[in-house]
């Protein structure tokens, strides 16, 4: 899996920021992310952890709407997760999480 700006957009434009400190941002999940539930599962987005360097754990809460992100600061800086849901520098960004991807054997 290549993850692409394109598919960075489409999913960080169903997110807002509830809270970010370096190292853990927890987002809103507009319901709306459904109409991608043909492309996209929750099990996708759970195993990020283990397929991108620098993601440390992804919980998501299904009651209330949120994803909260574990993240290494050094790796991904608190400003590139903003510009992720501001959707700025995204082909920067695409380029660092594409040099971050691991396979899973």
């Known amino acids: ?3 692409t700006s394109q598919k960075i957009v489409e999913i960080a434009s169903y997110f807002s920021i509830v809270h970010h400190t370096p190292g853990r941002l927890r987002v809103r999940v507009n319901p709306k992310i459904k109409e991608l539930s ?3 599962s929750i099990e ?3 195993q990020l952890s283990k397929k991108i360097n620098g993601i440390k754990n992804i919980k998501i809460n ?3 709407a949120s994803i909260t992100i574990e993240y290494d600061n050094a790796i991904f800086p608190k400003q590139m997760w903003e510009d992720l849901i501001e959707r700025k520098n995204l082909e920067e960004i695409t380029q660092k999480i594409n040099a971050l991807y691991k396979e899973i054997v």
């Open 1 to 3: 899996m290549q993850i």
């Open 38 to 40: 043909s492309e996209l």
């Open 44 to 46: 996708d987005i759970e």
């Open 62 to 64: 299904k009651i209330v």
